[in-house]
Nanobody, 122 residues
Framework: QVQLVESGGGLVQPGGSLRLSCAAS????????MGWYRQAPGKQRELVAA???????NYAASVKGRFTISRDNAKNTVYLQMNSLKPEDTAVYYC????????????????WGQGTQVTVSS
């Protein structure tokens, strides 16, 4: 019914930048909040950043001042601009969206992307 497809991951040196994109497609009525999570090997999954439909944002303390989340509602797309990357940012990054389907507008559907690898290493 709904798919989230991430792109933009890769290998960068410490201090470098990457921009992740996540596009939602399917039988979408509207999208509420969207966010990015990450999971490093042997670690718990954590919320990195989130953005509401109105544009309000929240960030994990570890990425404040370095990462910026944004969205294009017309394109059903959310972005994560990552600057000043550190080795500890290395993880698989997952896109998440709270979506209302056209045939189920009374309840949200929690959609997840397949993940994109971000590796920060010298």
């Amino acid at each position: 019914q709904v798919q989230l497809v991430e792109s933009g991951g890769g290998l960068v040196q410490p201090g470098g930048s990457l921009r992740l994109s996540c596009a939602a497609s399917g039988t979408i009525s509207r999208i509420n909040a969207m966010g990015w999570y990450r999971q490093a090997p042997g670690k718990q999954r954590e919320l990195v950043a989130a953005i509401t439909s109105g544009g309000s944002t929240n960030y994990a303390a570890s990425v404040k001042g370095r990462f910026t989340i944004s969205r294009d509602n017309a394109k059903n797309t959310v972005y994560l601009q990552m600057n000043s990357l550190k080795p500890e940012d290395t993880a698989v990054y997952y896109c998440n969206a709270e979506i209302f389907l056209v045939h189920m507008t009374w309840a949200p559907y929690d959609a997840w992307g397949q993940g994109t690898q971000v590796t920060v290493s010298s």
